[in-house]
């Protein structure tokens, strides 16, 4: 921890925590909010004569310093949190000791409200605030028609009843209330909660809003009573008193992804039914001992654009990166990500300085997905009209292309060297660049890789470090990186293949040609109608043409890898009887979805080459074509398609039984 400062850190937590419990713009997700939780605990931990007084583990709400004007009769509790199945697990075995069941209930995203009834009345609304006491919102929250709140109850009920719940748009509430507001001439809300708190904190509203209220408890009524009264309740939503509340929990977070699920949520509240459990479980001063919080791993975040970088490809694409601050996602930080091309730019109004929101789609790649706010002074970023090197572009296509080669040599030396083409374990973008910069450059082009010394290699600069020093290479390095390019020789033609960066080629159309060309010469000596009439998969015109076009400028480079000793393929044997039981996919298209860990255990790129040397076309795509799908650990939605198409499904263990 040594960039921590552990007084920043409760200050940073303290505001964070007033921002969300007022209901104002969020200072930071809630995932990064627990992260920095966990690192005060953790110093605290191991500084036990440094804790200064706060509240952030004990108060309800952490960093309000007062609750408001309105004394709750009975104080309103946060929830202790878990963090994991397990603590779940612990949770519902406490609960079944002392003889309870418990609900599965959504973690609804809005602000906690109490609704004050007296002789059947609402004549108050309040904020939880501290816990004990909380904002008088009555007047405002009066003028509104809140769906889910009626303003009078049935008879029959106690004197005074505390209705506790989220107060909270639905998000076909939300893109009501956000469109009326954008049509009167004021910026969009940046989310439901904030949308919800800037609507109930108003006196007069000069546009129309829709707002729900959701209840989860009462103090004075029983759950069913509230129900007949037109309240909406959280476990009416969601719930169960299965005992497999793991289960339940994990159902529910696939499900409140789905369209149909009208509220922000982000998590799951579990909760003991009967009440003579909570009764003798009871609560501390902050949290009660019968309920508690889980929260899923977050979707998205909010962050800052803090640079827009222009970069060009292995084929002289541009490329523009976003640089934001860090944020955790799905449970990993992710910093930047690709902005796609100008129009996406242009239609994002995106700028250094924009407030976003970032997620990673198919849960992996990080994306921008909205600008949130573009505060005063930033502007929509402008991509420059010429490469970094000052070459002109063109701009006949949604992706730019730089016209001048050279822009493009470091990209291409890189992704020569990656894990897709030639896989030189232990090489990097940075030694990429330092290898084709500066006046008299070690390598120009891929072949020159095949021809470095150690002494070039360790004396390479990679810049500076933090201190100012100069920064090498190495011997270490050097010498491990060298005995990977001399392996990288015998790596099958489908990847030298690959590693020319051919536009258009990459690893799928590198296994293709090889499965179909057998030898770099067949390639060289190829025209481009002998690839048009190939019959290769996705070969048509503007392919054949870019791929001859691609093998002839690259003579030279080729000429140099042979020279170097590398793998330029060769014809296959003559076939003989029995042959075919080595290719049994022969003519087959299939797809592989999930993770392998037997025969065909590897990455992708590795799993599909293995298919096409059993005869299959290997894809990445279901559809009526596909022949096969095998599916591994952890298949997704591939399965469900492939059923859908009446598509054959073999599991890992099945494939290898009839085929291998």
Do not use: C
Request: glycine share 8%; net charge negative; charged share 25%.
């Amino acid at each position: 921890m040594a960039d921590f400062s552990y007084t920043d850190a409760i200050d940073q937590a303290k505001t964070a925590a007033l921002a969300y419990y007022d209901g104002s713009d969020e200072v930071m997700t809630d995932a990064d909010y627990d992260t920095l939780l966990d690192r005060i605990r953790e110093y605290e931990t191991a500084n036990p004569d440094e804790v200064i007084e706060h509240d952030l583990f004990t108060a309800v709400a952490a960093g309000v310093s007062a609750g408001g004007n309105v004394t709750h009769d009975v104080p309103m509790l946060s929830l202790d949190k878990v963090t994991d199945l397990a603590d779940i697990e612990t949770f519902a075995d406490r609960i079944a000791a002392a003889g309870g069941t418990i609900s599965v209930e959504p973690k609804l995203d809005g602000m906690a409200f109490n609704a004050r009834y007296e002789n059947g009345t609402l004549v108050q609304v309040s904020t939880r605030g501290d816990g004990t006491t909380g904002e008088d919102l009555t007047s405002n929250v009066l003028k509104l028609d809140i769906a889910g709140l009626p303003k009078r109850l049935g008879k029959g009920l106690a004197d005074t009843v505390n209705v506790r719940g989220e107060l909270l748009m639905s998000f076909s509430d939300f893109e009501f209330s956000n469109a009326n507001r954008i049509a009167s001439g004021r910026p969009a809300f940046a989310n439901p909660r904030n949308a919800t708190a800037g609507t109930v904190r108003k006196a007069e509203l000069p546009y129309d809003v829709k707002v729900s209220f959701v209840a989860y408890d009462a103090v004075g009524a029983e759950p069913w009573e509230l129900e007949l009264d037109g309240f909406v309740l959280s476990s009416a939503l969601y719930s169960t008193t299965e005992t497999d509340i793991v289960a339940k929990v994990l159902a529910f977070g696939q499900d409140r992804k789905a369209a149909e699920f009208p509220y922000p949520t982000d998590g799951v509240v579990l909760k003991a039914v009967e009440r003579n459990v909570r009764d003798s479980l009871g609560a501390t001063s902050s949290t009660p001992r019968w309920a508690v919080a889980y929260k899923y791993e977050a979707e998205t975040g909010i962050s800052v654009i803090r640079d827009i970088v222009e970069g060009v490809g292995r084929t002289g694409n541009i490329s523009y990166t976003a640089h934001y601050d860090p944020v955790l996602v799905d449970g990993s930080t992710i910093s930047r990500a690709t902005l796609h091309n100008p129009s996406k730019i242009a239609e994002l109004g995106v700028g250094i300085g924009s407030i976003v929101e970032v997620y990673k789609a198919n849960d992996i790649i990080p994306r921008v997905g909205r600008v949130i706010e573009n505060p005063e002074g930033v502007t929509v970023y402008v991509p420059s009209d010429v490469s970094p090197s000052g070459a002109p572009l063109d701009q006949s296509a949604a992706i730019w292309r730089s016209l001048d080669p050279n822009d493009s040599i470091g990209a291409l030396v890189a992704y020569a060297g990656s894990r897709d083409a030639l896989d030189i374990d232990g090489f990097s973008t940075a030694i990429a660049d330092a290898l084709v910069s500066g006046e008299h450059p070690l390598v120009n082009d891929i072949a020159d890789l095949f021809t470095l010394q150690f002494q070039q290699l360790a004396n390479l600069s990679l810049g500076v470090t933090e201190k100012g020093t100069k920064r090498f290479l190495g011997a270490k390095t050097a010498e491990k990186i060298l005995a990977n390019i001399d392996a990288a020789k015998q790596q099958p033609l489908n990847r030298v293949i690959t590693a020319l960066g051919i536009r258009k080629s990459g690893r799928t159309f590198g296994r293709r040609l090889a499965n179909h060309f057998h030898t770099m010469d067949a390639l060289l000596a190829a025209t481009e109608d002998d690839f048009l009439t190939s019959g290769i998969e996705g070969v048509g015109p503007e392919r054949a043409a870019l791929f001859h076009d691609g093998f002839q400028r690259n003579r030279p480079v080729i000429d140099k890898l042979r020279a170097a000793g590398v793998n330029m393929g060769e014809e296959p044997a003559a076939a003989e009887d029995g042959d075919a039981a080595a290719r049994p996919l022969e003519g087959m298209k299939v797809v592989v979805t999930g993770s392998m860990s037997g025969a065909l255990a590897g990455t992708r790129t590795e799993v599909q080459e293995h298919i096409e040397r059993l005869g299959a076309t290997a894809s990445g795509s279901v559809s009526k074509n596909t022949s096969l799908l095998i599916a591994g650990a952890n298949a997704g939605s591939k399965v469900a398609k492939a059923e859908s198409l009446g598509v054959r499904v073999l599991t890992e263990a099945e494939f290898e039984a009839t085929y291998l």
